[in-house]
């Protein structure tokens, strides 16, 4: 399957996930399965339901890895919309929470620690292409999924430091669940701040924006329970300070900033880039990538961000582009240690499907006659990294991925001389000027 945008469907697509209606419980959009029309298409953008993933050939065989299973998703988002409605009626006293939301979520939170345990890295192809309208509660879920799988990385490779600065690799699933629950209500004090600021389409004024910044204190203050760990509350009081001390609300910085409130900004700030916001439409995942790589140091954690960078793709695996021919392609694998050569399955000149690592660079695919992903003289053909799909050949998706891998360790800086560049057309996102639909 691959994920394409809406305004691409023509008749007889094959819809090959359902698509999920903004009310929680409600039916499908459609099911899979549907054949899709560009009347139909019409609708969903009508929705907001920007793209969608098909089944045809060009797709078969593709597998994108789905951090979470369909059940656990529907159930966390459940919990989530229980724990804020339970909220809600709390919020203008910022009162504690009732205990039955706290046991709910906290059940979420253990359910979707157990769900990612065994998430493969690389996995992040989000597929919720529910509405904005849904946007508070698929955006907790996603936030929560993203820093859990930092988090669990972190845990895995390089332990934790505890108070007599001794290194430790235990109590994986107790502090996993501690995480996954801050994640999952670090936004709780927005319920205090009125939706006409939250979901402004134009600028903030200086008073409005000072109001938003009291979100995080407001959260902490309706968490006082003793049942509430202080790993959970400091996630919701400082997922918006900055490494560099730049933050708000109380302008901690470096290690004064507990390291789950450092993995929540990052799983913040990406997932809020990359998603449809009542006021924004989603940009890409390589923007998205690119922002957390050029915060490492001043806005971000340089530990926390690597570790992201293992675990998000900007060019992740079903997506489909635009080749510099103007034919389409899907990505089929790509390398946590070279992702900006994806391995993108496309036709060639005969119309068979070969599969090719392709240098990309912000979105832009390096066109012909501007220096190739090994690196080759402009001109050159890519045949070295052509495969015929189903051909006896170790290229292929792995075999690709896998010579890629050595290119990058040849890699060159992004060409200043480069001609005629392409922007990669993603099933989602925009801004850059790379990425459509433009905002």
Known sequence: M??????????????????????LGAAPLLRRGVSLTPSLAARLLALGVRA?????DMGDGIVPNQPLPDHVRNATERAVHSCMEAARSVASDLADLPPRALAQIQQAAEALTEALASCPEAALAFDDLATADSYTYSHSVRVATLGLLIGQRIDRIDGWIDYRGERRFDRTVERMTQLAMGLM??????LAIPDSILNKPGKLTPEEWELIKTHPTAGVSMLTSPRISPLTRCIVRDHHERWDGQGYPAGRAGTDIH???????????????????????ATAPHVGVRVIREGAGTQFDEQVVAHFLRIAMPYPVGYTITLPDGSSGAVVGVDPESPEYPVIRHRDADGA????????????????????????PPGEPLAAHDARVGAASPAGAAGAVSM??????????????????????SAVGSPGSAWLPAA
Request: aromatic share 6%; no cysteine; hydrophobic share 45%.
């Open 259 to 281: 390291q789950f409130a450092r993995i929540a900004a990052v799983a913040y700030v990406y997932e809020s880039i990359t998603a449809d916001r009542p006021y924004q439409p």
């Open 52 to 56: 969608v993933w098909i089944e045809d």
């Open 2 to 23: 691959r994920l394409i945008r809406v305004d691409w469907i023509v008749d007889d697509m094959e819809l090959a996930r359902d698509i999920p209606s903004a009310t």
């Open 353 to 376: 499907l070969v599969e090719r690592a392709i240098h990309v660079v912000d979105g832009v695919v390096m066109a012909p006659g501007a220096g190739g992903p090994t690196g080759q």
């Open 185 to 190: 209500i670090h936004d709780i004090g927005k």
């Open 404 to 425: 890629v891998r050595a290119d990058a360790q040849r890699a060159h800086p992004r060409p200043s001389h480069v001609r005629e560049p392409v922007a990669i057309r």
